[in-house]
Structure formats: structure tokens, C-alpha cells
């Protein structure tokens, strides 16, 4: 199993409509998750840190579900400049290891 | 913008010579983490330097090295260069190790030939 997987997409989604990324990791012991979205040809920039209680910022919001070892990210009444790369990060502390998904390619369609 | 920079922007290197890729963190930052990113791929972890010392490495090999000064700007020295050693090479900088956000610079594109 990959320490961080991702569904690589591409979605392909209607502007106004509601996206769901899901990220699954293998180890238990990490700590610290991120989302981050990558624009084409650009470095990645930090969208969320990922809250053991869930966060919201405007029409994001992150969750983290460590039983089944998931985090997630929902963004409501998309708009054609969400259309990018979303990288999830999981920080393993312990071993001070910081491992990035593939991402998943999100197009928004007008 | 993020105030973490790097140089160069492009670089172009034959097999088997030296590179040393440059980067300086965002004020009051006192981490860089180094990353390389192969086309279509999330960037993969190099190494992190806290403090000036190696603080957590991913699986390169040693002839990935790198430095960090005391300003906390860092460099990152790749020898005996392989052609899958071209890729988008990122630096991140953060305050503090654990579970810290990080702040990326626009990469170094390094080709290989």
C-alpha cells in the first residue's frame, strides 16, 4: 500500500456544483495533513491545514478521519478558478518524513 | 506571494556533472524542506534542515546533499547527475518542524541531458 494515495481524476465538474477529494495513508502514527493545490507549471500553495476536528474556510472544508485513515475535501459552489491540482500532505513527525499525493486534476467546467 | 525564493529559475546540466540549487525561506522561517517533482507527479521529500542540521530525509540517495546557513537560506548539491534527475526541484519554508505549514518557492527546473 502507498504511504499516500489519491484518486488522480480528472474530475471533471460544473461550476456551482460540490467536489469531494478523498486521501487515505498507510501510517498511523503520522500527525499532521494539508491540502494544498498546484496550478499548471506553478509551485504549490498551501489551501488548509487539516484539524482533527474539521475546518472550514469559505467554501472549503477539511476533514480528517483517523479510524478509517482519510482525509477529505469539499468544496461547495465551485468556480472556474478551482480548477487545479489539489496535493494532500501527510507529516510523519516520528520520523520526520513529509509525503505529498499524486494529486487529483480538478477541472471546472462553465 | 510567498518571500521564499530560489535560483536558478532553469538549468540545464550533462550527465555526470554537479549542481548546487538555491534557495532563501520567508522571513522569520527557520526550516527549508526540499522537494523534487517529476512531471505528473506530487513532489517527492529530499530532506528537511532545521536549525542548520539535517532534520528528516525521504529516499534519495547521498549524492543528495545539502546545506543550510545561518540566515537559514539553504542550498541543495546533487552530484554525478542521472538523467532522471531532471524534474521541478522545490523548496518549502516553515517556523518550527512538527506539523508545520509550508511555504513554497517557484522551483528550479533542472534538465539533464
Known amino acids: 500500500r502507498k504511504e499516500v494515495e489519491q484518486d488522480p481524476g480528472p474530475f471533471n465538474v460544473p461550476e456551482g456544483a460540490t467536489v469531494a477529494f478523498n486521501c487515505t495513508y498507510s501510517?498511523?502514527?503520522?500527525?499532521?495533513f494539508f491540502w494544498y493545490r498546484q496550478d499548471c507549471r506553478k509551485e504549490p500553495k498551501l489551501l488548509m491545514s487539516?484539524?482533527?476536528s474539521g475546518n472550514e474556510d469559505g467554501r472549503f472544508t477539511a476533514q480528517l478521519n483517523r479510524a478509517s485513515q482519510y482525509i477529505s475535501l469539499l468544496i461547495r459552489d465551485s468556480k472556474l478558478s478551482d480548477s487545479a491540482t489539489y496535493l494532500c500532505?501527510?507529516?510523519?513527525?516520528?520520523?520526520?518524513?513529509?509525503?505529498f499525493g499524486k494529486g487529483t486534476r480538478l477541472h471546472i467546467l462553465p | 506571494e510567498t518571500g521564499v525564493t530560489q535560483s536558478p529559475t532553469h538549468l540545464i546540466k550533462t550527465r555526470g556533472q554537479q549542481v548546487t540549487l538555491r534557495c532563501s525561506s520567508q522571513?522569520?522561517?527557520?526550516?527549508v524542506s526540499w522537494y523534487q517533482q517529476a512531471l505528473g507527479q506530487g513532489p517527492q521529500f529530499i530532506f528537511q534542515?532545521?536549525?542548520?542540521?539535517?532534520?528528516g530525509r525521504g529516499n534519495f540517495p547521498p549524492r543528495f546533499s545539502g546545506l543550510q546557513f545561518p540566515n537559514y537560506s539553504s542550498e541543495l548539491n546533487v552530484n554525478a547527475l542521472e538523467l532522471d534527475d531532471s524534474a521541478l526541484y522545490l523548496c518549502?519554508?516553515?517556523?518550527?518542524?512538527?506539523?508545520?505549514?509550508?511555504?513554497f518557492g517557484p522551483g528550479t527546473r533542472l534538465t539533464v541531458t
Open positions: 518549502a519554508s516553515s517556523w518550527g518542524v512538527q506539523g508545520s505549514e509550508q511555504y
Open positions: 501510517n498511523s502514527a503520522s500527525q499532521s
Open positions: 487539516v484539524y482533527s
Open positions: 500532505v501527510v507529516n510523519m513527525n516520528r520520523d520526520d518524513k513529509i509525503i
Open positions: 522571513s522569520g522561517h527557520n526550516t
Open positions: 534542515y532545521y536549525r542548520e542540521e539535517e532534520n
